[in-house]
C-alpha cells in the first residue's frame, strides 16, 4: 500500500510539473522601488543614453514604461521568418521621425527596449539598437525593480 501512495504522489507531482511546463507562463510579483524619469539632449544616442543612466543610478531590473521625442536617425532589429533562432534584420535611415513609444525591460542590468517611429505616412519599429539618435530630446520612464528580483532569462526563448 505504501509503495502505491508513493506512487501516486509522485505521478500526480510529474502531472503538475508538465502542466505547468506546457502552459508556458511564469508570473513574478513585485512593486517599484521608484520611477526615474531621463531626458536626453539633442544628438543624444537613445541606447548609449539608456546605458549611461542605468550605470549611473545603479539599476541592475527595471520596466521601461514610456518614452517620447524625435530623431534624426535610427536603427533598430526585427525578426524576419519563424525559425528558432529567428532570421534578424536590421532597418536604419537618417530620416527625421516622432520617437511615439518606447518599452521594454532592463534585466540584470541588460537593456531590451522596443521602439515605435511615426512620420505623416506610417509607424516602423522593433528592437532598439546603436544609431536611433536624438533631434529634439528623450524622455524616458523607467520603473526600477529590486536587485534581488530574478528575471535573467526573461527574454530569452530557449528558458
Known amino acids: 500500500m ?5 506512487f501516486l504522489l509522485i505521478s500526480l507531482n510529474l502531472t503538475i510539473q508538465a502542466q505547468e511546463k506546457a502552459q508556458g507562463v511564469q508570473t513574478v510579483t513585485t ?20 546605458s549611461m543612466a542605468i ?14 521625442g524625435s530623431v534624426t536617425d535610427y536603427q533598430y532589429h526585427v525578426v524576419s521568418d519563424k525559425n528558432l533562432p529567428p532570421a ?3 532597418p536604419k535611415a537618417s530620416v527625421p521621425m516622432d520617437l511615439v513609444s518606447v518599452q521594454g525591460y532592463i ?3 541588460k537593456i531590451h527596449a522596443h521602439i515605435a517611429l511615426s512620420d ?7 528592437h532598439l539598437e546603436k544609431g536611433t539618435i ?3 530630446f528623450f524622455i524616458i520612464s ?16 530557449k528558458y
Open 120 to 126: 505623416e505616412n506610417s509607424v516602423v519599429g522593433g
Open 31 to 50: 512593486d517599484f522601488e521608484r520611477v526615474e524619469i531621463i531626458r536626453m539632449k539633442p544628438g543624444t544616442d537613445l541606447l548609449e543614453g539608456l
Open 107 to 109: 534585466l540584470n542590468g
Open 142 to 157: 523607467i520603473g526600477v525593480l529590486p536587485d534581488s528580483l530574478n528575471m535573467v532569462n526573461f527574454d530569452n526563448y
Open 2 to 6: 505504501k509503495t502505491l501512495t508513493l
Open 55 to 68: 550605470k549611473e543610478k545603479k539599476i541592475n531590473n527595471a520596466v521601461i514604461l514610456t518614452g517620447i
Open 134 to 136: 536624438a533631434l529634439t
Open 88 to 90: 534578424i534584420e536590421y
